[in-house]
Every structure is written in C-alpha cells, then in structure tokens.
C-alpha cells in the first residue's frame, strides 16, 4: 500500500526524468539539425547531400557525426562537395558543441567567417584548397582547443596575428600558398609538431621559437626570410692577411694573434675530433662480428670455435639456395644490428656480396637434440609474413641463426628512428599494411606445431616489411630454447605481458599482448616505454588507457598521422583492437587469428578476404606463399 505507491512514484518519476533527458537531447541536436540545413540552403553546392530533413541526423547524414549520446554534432567533413560563394553567416556557428570542421577542397569565396569564434571546443579546422581571401582572424585565443589549423592553398592576405600564439594545443600549422604579408610573430607553442609557410609573401626574419622547423616550412617568400640560417651559426673567420707579414712590424698586431688562436683552437679541436672518430672507429670493429678478418687482428676462433666442427656445420632449410659454408661466413665482414633479448644480431657481407642477418644467441637452455627439433618447426614455416629461418649452426660454444637481411629496416628504426630529410613519414597505409601483415604472420606461426607455437618475442624491433610491404614477423620460436626468460632488457619490457612478468613464460596470449602493444605503437609513434622531457617513465599500456579514459581519444595518435585526412575512424577501430589485445587477463584477449581478421576488416576493401585455406599447416614446403589482396589501397 504505502510502499508500492511510493514504488509507483518513484518508477514515474524517474521515467519522467528519463523522457525529460530524451527531450532535451533530442532539442539540442534538432538545433544543430537546423543550424546545418540552414548552412546547406544558403550554401550553393554541385554535390547533393542527402541531408534529409526527416532522417536521423546522427545516422544517415554525409559527413556529420555526433558525440556518444547523440545529442550533440560534433563533427562536419565537407571536402570537395562543390560548395561555391561563401560561407553563410549564423549557421554553423550554431554548431556550438563542434570540434572537427572540415571544408577542404571546395570553391568558398569571401572572408574568415568570424562568427565560427563561437564554436569553443573546435580542435580541428581545415579550410585548405578554397578561395578564401582577406586577413586571418585577429583573434586565435577563443578557440583554446585548436590543435590542428590548416588553411593551405587560400588566399588569405594581410599578417599572420600573434595571438596564435596562445594555442597551447597546436600541434599543426600550415598556412602555406596564402599572399600572407609582414613578419612571422614570434610563436612561443610548445606542441607545435607541423609547420608550413611556405609560398606566401612573409619577411624579415623567422623567430627563433621556429627555427628549429626546416627550411622548406619557409620556402617561397621574401628571401631575407632563410637568413637565420647564416646567422644563427657565426662561422670563424681566420684573419685576412697572412700571419708572417705581420712579423715585420716587431710583434704581433692583434688581429693576428686572435687569428693565431682561433686557428690553433680550430686545429686543436679538428685533432680531437680525428681521434675520436679513430676510437669509435676501432670500437665498432671490436664489436662486429666476426669482424673483417683478413688482417688476423682478430681470429676466428674467438667467434666461433672449431674444435668440434668435424660434425657441426652450418645446417640449411629446404628450398634456401645461398651457398656459402661456415667458413665463408667466418670471412664475412660483419656490422652489428643489435642487441636482442636473445643475442646480438649482425649483417653480414659475403664476399660474393650477398646480405644475411647472423644472430648469436646466448644462454641456449636445450640440448642439441631439442635444438635442432625447434629449429626445425621454425624453419619449416614459408609464409610470406614470416622472416624465414635459412640456416643455423649449433656448437657447444656457439648457436647462430641466419636470416635474409631487410634493408628497409625495422619497424622500430622506421617510427623511432631520426627523421632526416630523405625519410619520408610512416603513413597510414603503410602502418596498416604492416599491422595487418604482422598480424597474419603470428597467427601463422600459432597453428605450427599441433598449435602450441608461441613467438615469444613480438616487438617492433622484430617486424620488417616485405617485398610488398606488407609487416612480417622475425626471431621468432626462440624463447622456448633460451635458458630462461631473462629479465627483459628496458626496451623489451613495454611488451612483455603482465603474466610472463611472473610466470617468465611466454605464451600465444602474452603474444597477442605483445602485438597489442606494438599496434599501440604503430598508432602512437611513442615507444613502449619512454620517458618524458620531465624524466618521467611512461608505460605506453597505461598512458593509453589513462587518456581513452579521460576521452581525449585524438590525443592519442601519432601526430605524423592526423595530416591523412579521413582516416579518424579507422584510427578509432585499430585503437579499439589494440586495447582489446593488451587486456590484463590473458584468457580474455582474443585469438591472433581472430586479431589478424579484426585488422583486415578496419579497411575491408583493400584486405578483402582470401581462401580459407590461408592458414593451413601441412605440408609446408608446398604451402603456396600467401599473398595479400594486389588491391589498391587507396581506394
Ligand atoms: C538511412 O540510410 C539507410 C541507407 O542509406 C536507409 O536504408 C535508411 O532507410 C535511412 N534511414 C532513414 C530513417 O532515413
Ligand atoms: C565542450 O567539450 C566539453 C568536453 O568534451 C564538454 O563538457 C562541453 O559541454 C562542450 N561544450 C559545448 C558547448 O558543447
Ligand atoms: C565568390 O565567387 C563568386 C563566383 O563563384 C563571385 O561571383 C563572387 O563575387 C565571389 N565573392 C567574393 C567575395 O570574392
Ligand atoms: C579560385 O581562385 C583561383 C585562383 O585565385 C581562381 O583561378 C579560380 O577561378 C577561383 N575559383 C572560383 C570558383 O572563384
Ligand atoms: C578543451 O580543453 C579543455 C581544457 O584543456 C578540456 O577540459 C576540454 O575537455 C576540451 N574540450 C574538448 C572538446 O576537447
Ligand atoms: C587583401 O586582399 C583584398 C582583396 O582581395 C584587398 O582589398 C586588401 O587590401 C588586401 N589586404 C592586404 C593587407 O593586402
Ligand atoms: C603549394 O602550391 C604548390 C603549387 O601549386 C604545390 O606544389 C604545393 O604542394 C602547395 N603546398 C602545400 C603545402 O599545399
Ligand atoms: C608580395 O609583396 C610585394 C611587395 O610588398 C608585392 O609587390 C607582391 O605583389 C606581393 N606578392 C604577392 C603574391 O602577394
Ligand atoms: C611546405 O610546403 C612546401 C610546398 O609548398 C614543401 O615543398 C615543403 O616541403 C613543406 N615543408 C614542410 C616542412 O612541410
Ligand atoms: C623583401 O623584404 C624587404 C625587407 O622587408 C623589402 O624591402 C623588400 O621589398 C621585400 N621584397 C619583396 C620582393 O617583397
Ligand atoms: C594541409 O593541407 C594540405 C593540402 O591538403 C596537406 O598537404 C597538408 O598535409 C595539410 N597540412 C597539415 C599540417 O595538416
């Protein structure tokens, strides 16, 4: 009685309070409904929209998309639709909750529309390729949020305002092919990662907050521009006339002497240089394996001891058609790649030129018999995402492994490694083409042996790309063979699973978290484990999760990546795989072969699916190569 009416009331009540909730999302995005059919009437455009007034806004409109609950837009992406005049005023700038507008590539004529000052939280803004002209906006600071402006290829005129200067987000800049005029103010933004001023009609001189861009961020304007290179870095100038005349006078004119000293500093310090490059010269040799052995300044023994070689001898893979012998390899001359969790790797150059990579494992656990067995599943694996095993040589002093040698490099030396002016930046196709290639790698590599093959050692310092590009996995099958799992090297850990941290032993799962990590990575461009300007160490797991948490989801991505246009969504989808992939519990991390399809389908056009048959084990020297979809993708 009294009770169940208070129930009633209560269940009323809060159904109420439901429907109210109902309401007012559905007048706030109705406002932004009509705030962007208004835009499109006033508007004139060669494409159609399909923005059907009875259709949901949210759903079915082309190039909106809304916040979680529908409530508000927060995204419009308008490139090329053929929009000419410009841009009506009091439309969009009732899209008060916008974060993304892009309205690139269309004819839009007339000035900056001031009034889109209104739209706070915009981070992103792109304008470029259109027609607009007049000056920029006075006033940057009302859009605290902006983290990418690109107004390339306008014609915007009159001088770049300093108050983009309190962009505390701004990370890209591009305000090249504009008729921009004047000084560049000094731009005092810490996160500024992408700069562009190139071909407008800008002078004086660039401040010293933005030297550090390269040149070509300011190529195409008033010549006096490039100066700073000259004068940031005041040459020595030796005195003009010869020392010895000055000796006629009696003593020395002081021009002379301080030429005396800057040129015995200089040689002094040519001398020191010489020496060093001698030292680390010297260093780099010791440190090669074998080393250029001709000259006998190391003998080969030490690398390799041939007391037992009578049955020992370098053991190679079906279908391997290299054809060199121990000795051959002995007489290589050799550079190291690197230091692994398992050993030292080298290139080595044959003297017929031929390239392979020689690892030096330490601390093999396994006898002969159990040795030669792994080594065996691993070298039987052809597949066109697993470096394959060509050869391996065990003794009781030494086990190498030989691999074909990658001149491309590895994934890590591709995203971590300097970026200098031949270096073109990871993009995103590539990024997916070696997610999707790795991944179908691993998952080859689990069905091997009745199922139970773990890889073991999943890091971007073990991914490379193949002849087309596509990821494919190395050093694989190693970690059931090594003594034990030594405590990861610091760079190693990020990707070790927070069981094998434990347990010391790695699995298909810790595997699947391993690739998490690395697609991570791939989505990031931050290492694993890295420290910030503030010496701080960050987990690259943690940081992750502690900003998807706090929804700054953009943030997330490798800068290098946000000037692809249209690929947010595809961002979203492979950060959506890689977090399932590092979940702490390893029974609830999905199957590789399972990731392998996830990744496929973040772009299901260019990975369509293939034969079933994909990953059979079997038979595998007749296991055809399994190639990619040929299909383009840029599509
Ligand atoms: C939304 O679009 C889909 C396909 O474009 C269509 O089938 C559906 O009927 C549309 N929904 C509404 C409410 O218009
Ligand atoms: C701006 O974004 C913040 C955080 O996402 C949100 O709380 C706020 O409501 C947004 N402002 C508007 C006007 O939508
Ligand atoms: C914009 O372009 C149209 C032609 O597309 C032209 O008639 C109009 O004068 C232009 N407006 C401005 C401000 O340049
Ligand atoms: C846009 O500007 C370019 C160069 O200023 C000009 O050639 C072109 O005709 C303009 N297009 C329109 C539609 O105004
Ligand atoms: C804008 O920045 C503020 C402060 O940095 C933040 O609280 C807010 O969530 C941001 N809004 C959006 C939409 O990112
Ligand atoms: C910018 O261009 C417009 C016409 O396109 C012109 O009227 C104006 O004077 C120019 N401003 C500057 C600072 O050159
Ligand atoms: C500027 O225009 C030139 C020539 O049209 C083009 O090659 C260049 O890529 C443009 N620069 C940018 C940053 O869009
Ligand atoms: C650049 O400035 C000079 C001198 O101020 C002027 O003569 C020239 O027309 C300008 N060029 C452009 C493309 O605006
Ligand atoms: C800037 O754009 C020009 C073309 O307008 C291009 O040549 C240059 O490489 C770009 N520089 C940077 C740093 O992006
Ligand atoms: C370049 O800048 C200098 C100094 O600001 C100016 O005197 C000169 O006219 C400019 N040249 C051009 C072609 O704009
Ligand atoms: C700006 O747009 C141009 C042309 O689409 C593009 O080449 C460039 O990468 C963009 N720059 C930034 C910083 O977004």
């Not at 053929?82 to 004819?107: E, K, V």
Request: glycine share 8%; with cysteine.
């Amino acid at each position: 009685m009294e009770r169940q009416r208070l129930y009633i009331f209560s269940l009323i009540s809060s159904a109420l309070f439901l429907l109210s909730q109902g309401i007012v999302r559905a007048t706030l995005v109705d406002n932004d409904k009509q705030a962007l059919l208004d835009f499109e009437k006033k508007l004139p455009h060669l494409r159609s929209l399909n923005w059907d007034e009875d259709s949901p806004v949210c759903k079915n409109w082309t190039g909106v998309s809304c916040n979680e609950d529908g409530s508000r837009v927060i995204s419009l992406r308008l490139p090329g639709v053929g929009f000419h005049g410009p841009i009506p005023t009091n439309t969009l700038s009732r899209l008060s909750a916008l974060q993304i507008l892009s309205l690139r590539s269309n004819f839009i004529n007339g000035t900056f529309p001031l009034d889109l000052g209104k739209l706070r939280n915009l981070s992103y803004l792109y304008l470029q390729f259109n027609n607009f002209t007049g000056p920029l906006p006075r006033d940057f600071s009302v859009w605290k949020n902006l983290t990418g402006i690109n107004f390339s290829n306008n014609g915007f005129n009159g001088s770049i305002p300093s108050s983009i200067s309190s962009l505390r987000q701004l990370s890209s800049l591009n305000l090249a092919n504009n008729s921009l005029l004047g000084e560049i103010p000094d731009l005092n933004l810490p996160n500024l990662q992408l700069l562009n001023l190139s071909n407008n009609n800008l002078s004086g001189a660039v401040p010293k907050s933005l030297q550090k861009f390269p040149k070509s961020a300011f190529l195409g304007n008033n010549a006096s521009l490039l100066e700073y290179s000259v004068t940031s870095s005041p040459a020595v100038s030796l005195p003009k006339e010869p020392i010895l005349k000055s000796k006629n006078t009696g003593k020395l004119s002081e021009r002379a002497l301080l030429g005396i000293i800057i040129a015995v500093s200089v040689l002094g310090l040519l001398g020191f240089a010489f020496l060093l490059l001698v030292c680390l010269l010297r260093r780099k040799i010791e440190d090669g394996f074998p080393g250029k052995l001709e000259k006998g300044n190391m003998s080969p023994e030490k690398v390799i001891s041939r007391s037992q070689d009578a049955n020992n001898k370098l053991v190679f893979f079906e279908g391997c058609n290299y054809a060199f012998d121990l000795e051959d390899l002995l007489r290589a001359s050799a550079e190291v790649l690197g230091k692994g969790t398992f050993g030292t790797a080298y290139k080595a150059i044959l003297e017929d030129a031929t390239m392979v990579v020689v690892k030096r494992l330490k601390e093999v656990g396994v006898g002969k018999r159990e040795f030669e067995q792994q080594m065996g599943v691993v070298g039987s694996i052809k597949h066109e995402n697993v470096i394959e095993l060509r050869a391996y040589y065990y003794s009781k002093d030494e086990k190498l492994m030989v691999y074909d040698y990658y001149s491309q490099g590895s994934l890590a030396a591709m995203l971590h490694g300097k970026r200098g002016e031949n270096r073109p930046p990871l993009d995103w196709e590539t990024r997916l083409r070696i997610a999707v290639g790795a991944a179908r790698g691993i998952a080859r590599v689990h069905i091997e042996n009745g199922g139970k093959l773990v890889h073991g050692n999943v890091k971007s310092s073990n991914i490379f790309l193949n002849s087309r590009q596509y990821g494919c996995v190395s050093d694989l099958g190693l970690s059931t063979v090594m003594s034990s799992l030594a405590p990861p090297i610091a760079r190693a850990a990020g990707y070790r699973a927070p069981e094998v941290m434990d347990t010391r032993k790695a699995t298909q799962s810790s595997d699947v978290y391993s690739f998490g990590v690395m697609l991570l990575e791939l989505l990031t461009g931050k290492s694993p484990i890295h420290t910030t300007s503030g010496d701080e160490i960050v987990h690259l797991v943690r940081w992750v999760h502690s900003v998807v948490r706090e929804e700054w989801t953009a943030e997330v991505f490798d800068l290098e990546l946000l000037r692809y246009p249209n690929i947010e969504e595809e961002l979203v989808e492979m950060l959506q795989i890689a977090m399932a992939c590092v979940v702490r519990m390893p029974d609830q991390r999905p199957k590789m072969s399972e990731v392998a399809k996830m990744i496929a389908n973040v772009r299901p056009t260019a990975f369509r699916n293939r034969s079933s048959g994909e990953l059979k084990t079997g038979n595998s020297s007749q296991t055809p190569p399994v190639g990619v979809s040929e299909t383009d993708l840029s599509s």
